[in-house]
C-alpha cells in the first residue's frame, strides 16, 4: 500500500519561506516521476512541480525562481524548498505520483 505524508506547513508571512517533507511508504520515489500540487477550496487541484526519476526539476511558471524540489534517496523522502511565499500560495499541499494521495499539508501566507 502506498502512502505519502507531507508536512512542514504552516502560517507564513508574505515574503517568509516554508520547507516542506514528503515521506512515503510502499513506494521508491527514485524509481517514479513524482509531482506537487496544492489545492485551495473550491479549484481543482494544480500541480505546479516535478521531479522525475534521473532527478530533474520542473516548475509551473507561477513559482518558477522561488521554490526548489530535491529528494533524499537514502530516506525516500521529498523537499519542497519555498522561498518568497506571496498569499496566492495559500493551499493544501500535496506530493503524489497522481494514484495515491496524502492527507496533504496546509500552507497559509498571510501577514
Known amino acids: 500500500q502506498v502512502q505519502f505524508v507531507e508536512s512542514g506547513g504552516g502560517l507564513v508571512q508574505p515574503g517568509g519561506s516554508l520547507r516542506l517533507s514528503c515521506a512515503a511508504s510502499?513506494?521508491?520515489?527514485?524509481?517514479?516521476?513524482v509531482g506537487w500540487y496544492r489545492q485551495v477550496p473550491g479549484k481543482q487541484r494544480e500541480l505546479f512541480a516535478t521531479?522525475?526519476?534521473?532527478?530533474?526539476?520542473h516548475f509551473a511558471d507561477s513559482v518558477k525562481g522561488r521554490f526548489t524540489l530535491s529528494r533524499d534517496n537514502a530516506k525516500n523522502t521529498l523537499y519542497l524548498q519555498m522561498n518568497n511565499l506571496k498569499p496566492e500560495d495559500t493551499a493544501v499541499y500535496y506530493c503524489?505520483?497522481?494514484?495515491?494521495w496524502g492527507q496533504g499539508t496546509q500552507v497559509t501566507v498571510s501577514s
Open positions: 503524489s505520483t497522481g494514484l495515491d
Open positions: 521531479i522525475t526519476i534521473s532527478g530533474s526539476t
Open positions: 510502499g513506494i521508491i520515489f527514485s524509481n517514479h516521476d
